[in-house]
C-alpha cells in the first residue's frame, strides 16, 4: 500500500528544514526555559478504506514538529500497559514519516490506505526545547471500511475493553516519545502487512 501526502498549507518548514533549523539553534537552546508544547489539532475522514489525517501545529516554537499515528484501536490497551510497543514492527498501522513532520505554524493533510477495521489516531507533538516532554493528543477513534457499514460513532466506544481510559494519553506514552519516534525506520509509513 502506498502513503499519499498532499499539503494543504505550505508547511512552514519541511522536516529536514525543522533538523537544520534546530542543530544552528542548538547551542541557544540548551539554556533557554521550556517552552509549553501543544498537542497538534488533528481531523480524520475516510473514504472507502482511504483514511486522511490532517495535522496542524498550532505552536510557535519553530523547533517543534507533530505528527500523527494510526493503530488498531483494539491494540489500545496493550499501548497502555506497555508505550514501548510503539516501536515494535507492524504495531503501528501507520505514523507520519520523520521527512514530512509538521512544522510550527504549519497544516498538512496525510493519505493512506488501510484494511477494514476500527482504528485509534493519535496526534503528537515534540520539541527540541523541551524533549522530554512530548504532547500527545486524545485518539480518536475511526471505523475504516466496509466492516461497520453504518455504526454510530459513540457506540464504538461499548467495542473497546471498558477499564480503557481514553482520557488524555499525555501519561500514557513515555516521556522518551520523541526519541522513539525518531528511533523509527524511514519507510514504516506503509501500513504494517
Known sequence: MQLRNRKTLGHAFGGAAIVAAAALAAPALASAEPV??????????????????????????????????????TKLPALQADPSKITEPGFLSWQTDVADRVGAGAEDTFTTDLGDGVYAVVGECISLTNPELPAVGDPQIVPVGGLLGSVDLGSLQDLLPADLDLGSLQDLLPADLGDLLAGLPLGSTAPAQ
Do not use: I, K, R, Y
Open 36 to 73: 509549553e508544547l501543544a498537542s497538534p489539532t488533528v481531523t480524520t475522514g475516510v473514504e472507502g478504506n482511504t483514511l486522511s489525517v490532517t495535522v496542524a501545529n498550532t505552536n510557535e516554537d519553530p523547533t517543534t514538529s507533530c505528527g500523527a499515528f494510526a493503530l488498531e484501536a
